[in-house]
């Protein structure tokens, strides 16, 4: 596949026009960072993580687990969660070491 | 490593063996980085012998047991799309229960390469051969070749690997054989060193994988009524594409070995005026068939069909043409269908021809039920006796034949 008509079908994702002769192969999108743009945490339901920074080790566990890259650092820091890709799945909240306990889950008046 | 060094084969060898055993043979000498199976009779004894090539120390292949078939084909897909050359095996049931994933693999072009001991699907119970597993699963996008005994099983494995990493094709690719018949029958198997081989095959270099870091991707996205139909079409043109690619590599192969292969293979077909199209090890039987036939004048002839997907409708056209009966034998039924599947695409390939020849379709060896030579000689009578009543009306035998299903080998009473 050409790269180029990956990057011609990014910029174009949101009418897509290109005949199939031009679409990246197998719909594969031949940049990373799409995701960033989708926000999952526009959909989170039920409970949010909440970090206690001064508790917080950073041993990095929950920005390893966290399936959408939420957990922000800053160099080798652990900061904070960004809630607009944060799913509340609650997975960095069950890796952070339980003697730690870091992350809370908490309630959040979502969808659920 | 010394392990290894042992079981290096370093002369051609002719070898008795299995068509499972020849079938984990070329699995050793293809080397794929990822192998992730579940065992399901009668594919156990392919994943049991190269499961125990890895555990030697032989290969150094990872190797991935899972739960089912399901994740068997998941995990593979992963390791394909992470640039392993990754290959599982089934049969039967597990074949369908990789149904939803056979989709995914080729969906992603991901050139995962696959045997598969055919075997009948429940219920009732039945871990025989038939094809009705693949077949039921004709449509997910893959390339099937089906083998007619252990030798061809061995070398459509290996010529499989090439064709599925072509990079004009990238689509997976399934190779059949008979379930026991070939999987558990012994015969003289000729295996290549490993080195010839191992050159065959060549290195797998993926053009973009997901763990080439530097150039970051997403497989996998959501592609709704804006962009599924355009990747789905690019799927139909690459398997359309892989004919030539098969032939190609056929060739190759052939000029490596003495064994040609195409898409079809004719036997006896120069001048035959009662021909059968069939699939897998059947078509040896009727070679013999044929041989006996031809002894006491009978024009018989045969057409293997050893790639069903791509269908080879030209091919068939081409042989088919000059034949005044045909008969096509399925090894699955399509319960009221328009024949078996074999029998109801041959139809629709030679459709328009001006000088078809009559054609009818029998389902047989469902659940591992066995053909005999005589049984394929009864059906080379019936195609004479079709031929006789055509000559005096065509049109009116050649329709009713069409719309006619048989069932050879069935108690009828
Ligand atoms: S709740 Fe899930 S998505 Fe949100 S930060 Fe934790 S691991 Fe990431
Ligand atoms: S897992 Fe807990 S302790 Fe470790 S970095 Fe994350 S929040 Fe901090």
Not at chain 1, 23 to 35: D, V
Not at chain 1, 51 to 60: D, G, M, V, Y
Not at chain 1, 77 to 89: A, E, L, P, Q, S
Not at chain 2, 314 to 340: E, K, P, T
């Amino acid at each position: 596949m050409n790269p180029s008509r990956g990057a011609a079908f990014i910029e174009r994702e949101a009418s897509v026009t290109l005949p199939w002769t031009e679409m990246a192969e197998a719909g594969l999108i031949p940049q990373g960072g799409t995701a960033a743009r989708v926000k999952t945490g526009a959909w989170r339901t039920g409970s949010m993580p909440v970090l206690e920074l001064s508790r917080c080790i950073h041993c990095l566990r929950c920005w390893i687990w966290c399936p959408d890259s939420a957990v922000l650092l800053d160099g080798e820091k652990v900061t904070g969660i960004d809630y607009d890709h944060c799913k509340g799945c609650g997975i960095c909240a069950q890796v952070c070491p339980p003697k730690v306990h870091a992350i809370e889950m908490v309630p959040e008046g979502g969808e659920a | 490593m010394a392990t290894t060094e042992a079981y290096r084969i370093t002369e051609r060898r002719r070898v008795t063996m299995t068509g499972a055993e020849a079938t984990a043979e070329a699995m050793r000498q293809i080397h794929p980085d990822v192998v992730a199976a579940y065992p399901i009779t009668p594919q156990t004894d392919i994943v049991m012998r190269f499961a125990r090539f890895v555990a030697d120390g032989v290969v150094q292949t990872e190797f991935v047991p899972v739960e089912s078939e399901h994740s068997a084909l998941s995990a593979v897909v992963g390791a394909s799309a992470a640039g392993a050359r990754a290959m599982t095996a089934t049969s039967g049931p597990g074949f369908a229960l990789m149904h939803e994933i056979l989709y995914v693999a080729a969906g992603y072009r991901l050139p995962i390469v696959m045997p598969v001991a055919n075997r009948a699907l429940s219920g009732p119970i039945n871990i025989h051969g038939d094809h009705s597993d693949t077949m039921g699963s004709r449509d997910a996008g893959w390339i099937h070749l089906y083998a007619e005994n252990a030798q061809e099983a061995y070398d459509d494995l290996i010529q499989a690997v090439r064709i599925a990493e072509h990079p004009e094709v990238r689509v997976p690719v399934l190779v059949g054989q008979d379930g026991f018949i070939i999987t558990h029958g012994m015969e003289i198997v000729e295996v290549l060193t490993d080195d010839e081989v191992r050159a065959f095959v060549g290195e797998y270099r993926p053009e973009r994988y997901l763990l080439d870091v530097d150039h970051p991707m997403t497989v996998g996205a959501l592609a709704l009524q804006n962009s599924y139909f355009e990747v789905k079409r690019q799927l139909a043109e690459a398997v359309r594409r892989s004919a030539r690619i098969i032939a190609d590599v056929g060739e190759e192969f052939g000029r490596l070995t003495g064994r040609y292969y195409g898409l079809t293979e004719p036997y006896r077909m120069e001048d035959a005026e009662l021909v059968i199209v069939a699939i897998g090890s059947t078509a040896g039987t009727a070679k013999d068939v044929i041989d006996e036939l031809r002894g006491r004048g009978v024009k018989a002839g045969l057409v293997k069909v050893r790639v069903f997907r791509p269908f080879p409708a030209r091919n068939l056209r081409d042989l088919l043409g000059r034949a005044r009966a045909v008969a096509v034998l399925d090894r699955a039924d399509s319960y009221a269908g328009l024949g078996g599947p074999l029998f109801a695409e041959t139809k629709a390939a030679l459709y328009g021809l001006p000088q078809a020849p009559v054609m009818t379709g029998y389902v047989y060896g469902l659940g591992g039920r066995d053909i005999t030579p005589e049984m394929i000689a009864a059906v080379y009578d019936d195609l004479g006796q079709l031929a006789e009543r055509a000559r005096a009306d065509h049109a009116a035998v050649a329709a009713e034949a069409a719309l006619s299903v048989r069932y050879l080998g069935v108690r009828e009473r």
